[in-house]
């Protein structure tokens, strides 16, 4: 089973970057997961967001927020529109649905014409 992080969408923000003080350098990049496995793909609800300096390219966690941040943030996370979830069965499990029900047909034809 695959889970891949897609990402959705990436702004940047007009902040200050904490570690080297860059402006507009930092940008946050929203992910979003999906399952793939042979037999289905579903994208989940579940959305990841991290915060990166193009300049100094340091990963900016929580901890180093600044009130500032923080706020942009708050506002990208409340702007950000995730991609519907969805699932999607692969033409593998058609098969196997199609194989299994042509396979109980057959097994009630059997037993009805005996
Ligand atoms: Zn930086």
């Known amino acids: 089973m695959a889970e891949n992080l897609v990402t959705v969408k990436e702004v940047v923000l007009n902040n200050n970057c ?3 003080y860059a402006k507009g350098s930092l940008l946050i990049t929203f992910k979003q997961k999906v399952i793939e496995t042979k037999f289905y793909k579903s994208i989940t609800s579940e959305i990841n ?10 990963a900016i966690y ?6 500032d941040i923080e ?3 708050d506002y990208q ?15 593998t499990s058609w ?20």
Not at 77 to 91: C, D, E, L, Q, V
């Open 18 to 20: 904490p570690v080297c």
């Open 49 to 58: 967001h991290d915060i990166n300096c193009k300049t100094c390219e340091s």
């Open 62 to 67: 929580p901890v180093q927020w600044t009130n």
């Open 71 to 73: 706020r942009v943030v």
């Open 77 to 91: 996370k409340r702007a950000f529109k995730p991609m519907a979830t969805s699932t999607y069965i692969k033409k």
């Open 95 to 114: 098969i196997i649905i199609t194989a299994v029900v042509l396979v109980a047909i057959a097994i009630v034809a059997v037993l009805f014409f005996m």
